[in-house]
């Protein structure tokens, strides 16, 4: 039986496809299973189907791990596996398989979804298929169609640690471990925040082992020699002795990679995370922690279930100023439902203080909220709002086959019955306050929007001085200057069009002076 598990096109090829990679690792070196995987970042969506559809009628069973926005290339994808090979098995696992399961499962083309950690779950599923008579019921974790109907199985039970096998991505991928490489050093969360896809999923914090965890970094850094590590636990500091542990790792082989880790707010206190302990940290090679503070109001806080207030926040930034070798990163949130208008006014007034407070610091946000299907916010957002999600896997991919939703953070296109239109484009657009507050903020943008955004800047930070968010021209100016872009306008208009078939300008377009100008004005 030939097994393939497929990471959808993310558009970038030096990220761990975390999911897939963990499923194919399990089946590989834990059950020994031969599988192949395939990650469709690195060649594109385009090229991948073109150099998969020839080999799709050897396949017995095609694993897709996805998240919400890869719904159109799932979509995609099942549908040419079904054209091509009508009897090749299609299951779906992932964050959206979690979040979305039965309405996933209904798809035409899906064979089976795995709503909860995948290995189990596919080693269930490939051992049946070796059998005669399949018994679906006894593959934990697995929804399957029986007669027209959906069939759930008992949750399956989290596996034993494993190493991941990084030898499955491809070798392209892995040419970039050299400058950095993640760790998966712990699975799940203990917290319960409303708006979380962890606590939807229902996952319990484990830690990996230090001795476990150890040998592995040990091994990576032997293999590959990275210059950073990210270690990927949902709370790496949830375990402290774990992280002592790690210090004295780190400085017992005398490596010389720089890391960075999640931790909490609340971490930050005596007897745990002070400012002796940072140093300690820095020293061991710690260049950035990543936290999320969510809001500038206790009560949004409290009613995202977030177990931390505003006093933890100005904590965190007074103490992370003492140790400016580690970078503070955070992220903030808006639009979410019963936010009033003030409260987000003060998450943006917050994020942009910290963005002012720290040398050293990386704001994400604040991002617009994204509504995810199930837990009790979202039970929220259908009883008190009539607001539903897309309820099927075909309108998934109808939502995300707009590039502006797809694209980034958050669904910028959807909009919130909660808000009024005033609110709507404030919580869209409230990153920009920040990103003008940063010195280096837009610089991935065109040298002449910069120039352009220059100007709005100091306008930006006076209303950000004295709290007014009324009459938002400069930021509706900014997102029009961000918007437009000097090529479609050119490629838009018949007069340049006509000057572009002209002698002259190709001339002028050879000419030193032509690259100089699009240098200094486009970057």
């Known amino acids: 039986m030939k097994v393939l598990i497929v990471n959808p096109d993310h558009g970038y090829l030096t990220a761990t496809p975390w999911g897939v990679l963990s499923v194919a690792s399990y089946l590989r070196n834990v059950k020994g299973y031969p599988i192949e995987m395939l990650d469709a970042s690195i060649d594109g969506a385009k090229k991948t189907f073109a150099n998969l559809r020839p080999q799709l009628s050897s396949y017995s069973l095609i694993g897709i791990g996805a998240f919400s926005t890869d719904a159109p290339f799932v979509v995609a994808l099942c549908e040419m596996i079904k054209e091509n090979n009508p009897h090749c098995r299609i299951m ?31 080693a269930g599923v490939m051992e049946q298929m070796n059998s005669s008579t399949p018994r679906w019921e006894n593959v934990p974790g697995l929804i399957y169609k029986k007669h027209g109907d959906l069939v759930r199985t008992t949750h399956a039970e989290p596996v034993p640690f494993y190493d991941t096998d990084y030898s ?15 760790i998966l050093a712990g699975r799940g969360c203990p917290y319960k925040c409303t708006f979380c896809f962890t606590s939807i999923s229902d996952q319990s914090w484990r830690g990996k082992p230090i001795e476990q965890l150890g040998q592995e970094i040990k091994t990576l850094v032997d293999q590959y020699n990275p210059k950073k590590i990210y270690f990927r636990d949902e709370l790496f500091f949830r375990d402290q002795q774990r992280v002592l ?35 300690q940290l820095a020293d061991a090679g710690c260049e950035c922690l990543k936290f999320g503070f969510e809001s500038g109001s ?6 995202l279930k ?96 707009d590039p502006v939703n797809r694209h980034g953070f958050a669904d910028t296109n959807v909009s919130y019955p909660w808000h009024t239109p005033k609110e709507s484009f404030f919580a869209k657009n409230a990153e920009l306050f920040v990103e003008f507050c940063n010195p280096s903020g837009f610089r991935y943008i065109d040298t002449y929007k910069r120039r352009m955004l220059s100007v709005l800047r100091p306008v930006v930070r006076l209303r950000l001085h004295y709290g007014f968010f009324l009459f938002l021209w400069d930021i509706r100016l900014a997102k029009a200057v961000l918007e437009f872009s000097i090529w479609d306008w050119a490629e838009q208009s018949k007069t340049f069009s006509v000057v572009k078939q002209t002698r002259v300008y190709q001339l002028i377009k050879k000419s030193p002076i032509y690259r100089r100008l699009v240098s200094l004005f486009i970057g």
Not at 253 to 279: M, P, Q, S
Request: hydrophobic letters at 40%.
């Open 92 to 122: 779906i696992g992932g964050p959206h398989a979690i979040l979305c399961p039965e309405q996933t499962a209904s798809h035409r083309n899906v064979d089976f979804v795995a709503f909860g950690d995948g290995e189990k779950t596919f």
């Open 298 to 303: 206790d009560r949004v806080l409290k009613n």
């Open 306 to 401: 977030k177990g931390i207030k505003i006093k933890n926040i100005h904590h965190v930034v007074a103490t992370m100023k003492k140790t400016p070798k580690i970078q503070l990163n955070c992220s903030f949130l808006v639009g979410v439902p019963g936010e009033t208008f003030k409260e987000m006014q003060s998450t943006v007034a917050l994020a942009a203080w910290v963005q002012r407070s720290v040398d050293n610091v990386r704001i994400i946000g604040p991002q617009y909220f994204r509504v995810y299907p199930g837990g009790k916010l979202y039970e929220t957002i259908v009883n008190d709002y009539a607001f539903h999600a897309p309820e099927s896997l075909e309108a998934w991919k109808e939502r995300y086959d």
């Open 168 to 182: 499955l991505m491809d070798a392209r991928a892995r040419f970039h471990f050299k400058d950095n490489i993640n």
């Open 245 to 279: 542990d790690l210090i004295d790792f780190y400085n017992a082989h005398k490596f010389t990679f720089k890391w960075r880790a999640l931790i909490r707010a609340t971490d930050f206190r005596e007897g745990y995370v002070n400012e002796e302990l940072l140093h």
